[in-house]
């Protein structure tokens, strides 16, 4: 990054397909920046242009878009004279084009999920109107939003077969809906003195669920009979984020913690051993699909890509400012 640039690194650090986007925001722009592709680091990354401050973004599964939410504060109005950061948008990958708008209530949006097959968007956040935290469903194909849950979940998941959509219905309880139907399935509660729940995952074969709390556990939940198969402990900080490797082996967690540093720790699921990789606070992470690459982001405004297994830094960069990196 050449001297006296003034981006700061504000919001996103995805991996799909292949490529690892980084969203900076510049005085009164977003942009995302391709770092990542096939494989391989970028020496000279593409940029293009989202003018909203951006909170959350999500890629369809074939790669043609990205939905952006936004934070409520975009600075362009669209034909209808709606700022850009009240609704759900969907940008072009190939040219960086708006492409079109998910009608329905003006949110801050926290997050987006596509389901597996691309038919459907989730979104978590906070309805500008009344003020609840809300979870809604959007039938992509169409741009209609089906669904509203009130609940103050700030991530929405899909399982990777498509069978379920998963979020936080209350602070200690996480729901399972099944796809199709859009009931109630299953609901996994927490302890409250373990924290409310900040985020999860599941993993690549569906049969487990990775629950972060506020303080520093991992619980490992069979989908299956909502048993607790394994806690993971021994992570200072607060949990801030968690990714299971492709393949399932790996589980990677991230901490910050205010008095002192947090930490990136690697765990193997089957036997629940950790390493630490790096000592400071992390962010966000995701595996490339090929799961040979875990990028990780952290609030001096880095962005680090270790290579799997080994967990050896391979690439970095950003830095400088102190925002730091979310997704």
Known sequence: MRKGNRRILLMALLVVLGLILVLYWQR??????VAFQHD?????PGLFEIRCEINAIAFSPDGRFVAVGCGGLGIDVDEEGDRLGDKIRLWRTKDGRLAGVMRGPKDVVDGLA???DGRWLASAGVDQKTGECVVRLWDFQKGKLTHTWNAPSETVQFSPDGRWFGFAESPHCLALIKVGTWEKRKHFQLMEAFGKIKTFTFSPDAELLAVANAGSLIHLLRIADGQRWKVLRGQSGYLSAIAFSPDGQWLASGSWNLARKGELMLWGVKEGKSRRLFSGDVTCLA?????RWLASGHHDGMVRVWMMP???LAWAAGGGNRFGIFS
């Not at 391989?40 to 000279?44: A, F, G, K, L, W």
């Open 28 to 33: 009164s722009r977003s942009q995302v920046w």
């Open 40 to 44: 391989e680091p970028v020496r000279s």
């Open 114 to 116: 596509f389901s597996p």
């Open 287 to 291: 595996f490339s699909p090929n799961g």
């Open 310 to 312: 080994k967990g050896r």
